[in-house]
């Protein structure tokens, strides 16, 4: 069988929105390839990849986001429109760097299972390592909590900035028996991070039924269903649970259009992690959240994406 590898050259804030809008038009298998990968060091030199990476498997700047299409007579059309959804990011304030679309044909071979090179164990906080589902990994130390992830299906890896201090937020402030409520789960990677550090009860929810069902699979894959609820569901419209703590990584406009509702789904004392927000949002949503009755607790900048955490 043949295919066509599109490859899209942006800059990483437009990274995960490139990979759900190639996911959802029937890309088998994202992979990228970012060049400051070479030289990143998480905050502090704590944390990081725990493998060497080649330079040859980067592009020379920015990053590359490469998606593989079957050749068929709507393989045309298909990026035509994959181009213009990403072009639309811009309404969205999402930077894509001088944008530049190509297309190679590969043969399967080539790509079935090269791209898994792409992905290694990524340690991301005190606790949590981010694992592909095909690497043999042995934790470091007996509290090392290991969430397992599979690259290839929709939402991302869990390494992306915004995803990484959301769960270094819940690694802070989810205690054991916590009810959790995940807005826009995505993957359900901060669910599993969630029900990992012991909470009793984790709801996640997802407008997207791609989401839903990737986030399904994934609560299964790391042994957290009996835990984690996943449901298709409009942020936290008709939710009248009542959460220790409420994480929502998603863009800062979807935020801020229900932070005022928030508290609502929210015991006293309770924690709103936020994030998916640009540096240029990052006050906007700080007084919404204050709008909203709520106290800032903290503000945490990682390659010019924000996370707050307020308490009600």
């Known amino acids: 069988m043949k295919w066509s590898e599109i490859c899209i050259e942006?800059?990483?804030?437009?990274?995960?929105?490139?990979?759900?809008?190639?996911?959802e038009a029937g890309a088998s298998g994202v992979v990228i390839e970012d060049r400051a990968e070479l030289d990143k060091k998480r905050e502090g030199g704590l944390f990081g990849e725990l493998y060497e990476l080649n330079p040859d498997d980067y592009p020379d700047e920015g990053v590359a986001v490469k998606a593989y299409l079957p050749v068929n007579s709507f393989l045309q059309e298909t990026v035509e429109d994959i181009t213009e959804a990403v072009k639309n990011l811009a309404a969205y304030q999402i930077?894509?760097?001088?944008?530049?679309?190509?297309?190679?044909e590969v043969h399967e071979e080539d790509w079935?299972?090269?791209?898994?090179?792409?992905?290694?164990?990524?340690?991301?906080?005190?606790?949590?390592t981010i694992?592909?589902?095909?690497?043999?990994y042995e934790p470091f130390s007996t509290d090392e909590l290991i969430i397992e992830l599979d690259p290839g299906m929709a939402f991302g890896t869990g390494t992306h900035p915004t995803t990484v201090m959301c769960l270094q937020a819940l690694e802070r402030f989810v205690?054991?028996?916590?009810?959790?409520?995940?807005?826009?789960?995505?993957?359900?990677?901060?669910?599993?991070g969630a029900a990992l550090l012991g909470s009793s009860k984790v709801t996640a929810l997802d407008l997207d039924e791609v989401a839903v069902s990737a986030a399904?699979?994934?609560?299964?894959?790391?042994?957290?269903?009996?835990?984690?609820?996943?449901?298709?569901?409009?942020?936290?419209?008709?939710?009248?649970?009542?959460?220790?703590?409420?994480?929502?990584?998603i863009l800062a406009e979807v935020i801020i259009s229900f932070t005022k509702d928030v508290e609502t789904i929210m015991r006293p004392g309770g924690y709103?992690?936020?994030?998916?927000?640009?540096?240029?949002?990052?006050?906007?949503?700080?007084?919404?959240?204050?709008?909203?009755?709520?106290?800032?607790?903290?503000?945490?900048?990682?390659?010019?994406?924000v996370c707050i955490v307020a308490k009600k």
């Open 112 to 128: 079935a299972t090269a791209w898994k090179q792409y992905y290694n164990p990524v340690k991301i906080s005190e606790k949590f």
């Open 216 to 249: 399904r699979q994934n609560t299964a894959l790391n042994k957290v269903e009996n835990i984690v609820s996943v449901s298709k569901n409009n942020l936290i419209d008709g939710l009248d649970d009542h959460a220790d703590v409420v994480v929502a990584n």
């Open 10 to 23: 942006t800059v990483n804030d437009a990274v995960e929105p490139i990979s759900n809008i190639l996911h």
């Open 175 to 192: 205690k054991a028996g916590d009810h959790v409520v995940d807005v826009g789960t995505g993957s359900g990677v901060l669910a599993i």
């Open 95 to 104: 930077d894509t760097g001088n944008l530049r679309v190509s297309v190679n």
């Open 272 to 305: 709103f992690i936020a994030s998916g927000i640009i540096g240029q949002k990052k006050e906007d949503v700080k007084q919404a959240m204050t709008d909203a009755g709520l106290i800032v607790e903290e503000t945490v900048v990682m390659e010019d994406w």
């Open 131 to 136: 694992v592909p589902t095909w690497e043999d």
